[in-house]
C-alpha cells in the first residue's frame, strides 16, 4: 500500500496530510453568561446539534440549585422539588413532622389542621376549606333563590352601604353567636329583589303581607295616636 513501508509506520509518502482541528470547533458560547468557553467547559448533551449543553458546567450548577435542609442537614437539588416555596426543611422531613404547607393561605401548619382525602390530606387547611365552603355555598343560594350573583349582591351592600334600606341600620341580630347578614328582599309574586333588609324590617312588612296599603293604614293609625291628646287616649273598650 502506497505510503505504508513494511515496517507498518506511515512513511509519509503518497499520502495527503489532513488539516488541523478548526478552532471555532474547539469552543463555544455559553448560552446564560455569554462567555466564549472551551468545549471541555460544557457538558455533553447528543440531543443538541453540537452535542452539548447550551450552558457552561458553572451556569447549570447554579441554575441546578441545591438546599440544604435545616433539619436533616443534608443538601438536596431545590429544582427537583425536594422543597416546598419559601420553605428550608425538605419535604421528607416535613412529612416526617407531620407538617404540611396549605396551597391557599401558604402557613405550615400540623397536617391535623387539613381534611383526610383518603390515604392523604387535602391541599388546605380546615380555615381555608371551610370559608371557601362557606363561599361557595353563598354564591349558589343566591343564584338559586334569587337569581342573584355574589357580584351584584355585594354591589347592592356597597350601594346601602352596608345598612338596612329601611331602617337605615345596620344588621343587629344573632344567630349562633354571630352577626346575620342582611336579608334580601323580594316579590313574592314576581321573584324581583328589591333590596337589602335588616331581619326586623324584613320581618315587618312580611307581616303586613307586603301589601303597601296596610302599611300606610298602619303608618296612619300611629300617627293618629300619637297626636291624640293624653286625655283621650282612653281605652274605648
Request: proline letters at 5%; glycine letters at 8%; hydrophobic letters at 25%.
Amino acid at each position: 500500500m502506497p505510503g505504508i513501508d513494511n515496517t507498518g509506520k506511515d512513511s509519509g509518502i503518497g499520502t495527503q496530510l489532513l488539516p488541523g482541528p478548526d478552532v471555532a470547533s474547539t469552543v463555544k458560547t455559553c448560552f446564560a453568561c455569554k462567555e466564549t468557553k472551551s468545549v471541555g467547559a460544557f457538558y455533553i448533551d447528543r440531543r443538541k446539534g453540537d452535542g452539548l449543553t447550551p450552558r457552561c458546567k458553572k451556569c447549570t450548577s447554579e441554575a441546578r440549585a441545591w438546599k440544604v435542609c435545616s433539619r436533616c442537614e443534608r443538601s438536596k437539588p431545590d429544582y427537583l422539588g425536594n422543597f416546598c416555596k419559601d420553605d428550608d426543611v425538605c419535604k421528607v422531613c416535613r412529612g416526617e413532622l407531620g407538617n404540611k404547607r396549605c396551597t391557599l393561605c401558604r402557613l405550615v401548619q400540623p397536617k391535623a389542621e387539613f381534611y383526610r382525602k383518603g390515604p392523604t390530606w387535602y391541599s388546605r387547611c380546615k380555615t381555608c376549606s371551610d370559608e371557601q365552603h362557606k363561599v361557595s355555598n353563598r354564591r349558589n343560594r343566591l343564584r338559586r333563590e334569587f337569581g342573584l350573583s355574589l357580584e351584584d349582591h355585594e354591589a347592592m351592600l356597597w350601594h346601602q352601604d352596608n345598612v338596612c334600606a329601611i331602617c337605615k341600620q345596620p344588621e343587629t341580630k344573632r344567630q349562633l353567636g354571630k352577626l346575620m347578614s342582611l336579608h334580601v328582599d323580594h316579590s313574592h309574586s314576581t321573584g324581583r329583589v328589591r333590596g337589602l333588609l335588616c331581619a326586623d324590617c324584613n320581618l315587618g312588612i312580611g307581616r303586613f303581607k307586603d301589601e303597601p296599603h296596610l302599611l300606610r293604614e298602619a303608618a296612619v293609625y300611629l300617627e293618629r295616636s300619637t297626636d291624640a291628646p293624653q286625655h283621650q287616649r282612653t281605652n274605648p273598650y
